[in-house]
C-alpha cells in the first residue's frame, strides 16, 4: 500500500496523516480478523454473529455501539492514549513522524509508561526506541 502525505509545514499532524490509511487496513494489521461482506467478530464484546461493521474511515457495532475511527479503534484495542495509539499506528505502517512531542506529551506518556503491566512497557519502548531514536 502506497500513502502520499502531503507534509505542508514541518509539524505533521500525526492525527491527520493517520486517518489518510483506510479503517480496514487498520483493523487488519491490530486485530488479523479478515473482513466478511464489511462485518468482523467485534474485539469489544462477546458475539458469535459479526455486528461489528467496517467502513472505510470509521466503524460501527450494533451489537455493544462501540464507534469511532482508527485511533479510537486501537486506543482502546490497546489500553491507549489517542496519541499513543496515533503514534502506534503510524509505527505499524511505516509513516513518517516527524512531529516531536512536547516535553508534557513526553512527560505524561513516560508517566502512563511506568503504570503499565512490564511486557506492555516493553513492547512500546522497543518500538519507540527503533522508530522514534
Ligand atoms: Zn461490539
Redesign the pocket.
Known amino acids: 500500500m502506497v500513502i502520499t502525505i502531503q507534509i505542508i509545514s514541518e509539524k505533521v499532524d500525526i492525527f491527520q496523516t493517520v486517518k489518510q490509511i483506510p479503517f480496514p487496513d487498520v483493523q487488519q494489521a491490530f486485530n488479523g480478523q479478515q473482513t466478511y461482506r464489511s462485518k468482523i467478530i ?4 462477546n ?1 458469535r454473529s459479526p ?2 461493521h467496517v467502513y472505510e474511515d470509521s466503524y460501527y ?6 464507534h469511532g475511527d482508527s485511533i479510537t479503534f486501537v486506543a482502546k484495542l490497546e489500553d491507549l492514549k489517542p496519541l499513543e495509539a496515533a503514534r502506534l499506528i503510524a509505527v505499524r505502517f511505516n509513516l513518517p513522524v516527524d512531529r516531536i512531542p512536547t516535553a508534557e506529551e513526553q512527560r505524561r506518556f513516560n508517566e502512563q509508561q511506568r503504570n503499565r503491566n512490564i511486557s506492555q512497557y516493553c513492547i512500546n519502548m522497543l518500538l519507540i526506541f527503533l522508530f522514534f531514536t
Open positions: 467485534c474485539p469489544f464484546h458475539e455486528s461489528f457495532c450494533f451489537g455493544c455501539s462501540e
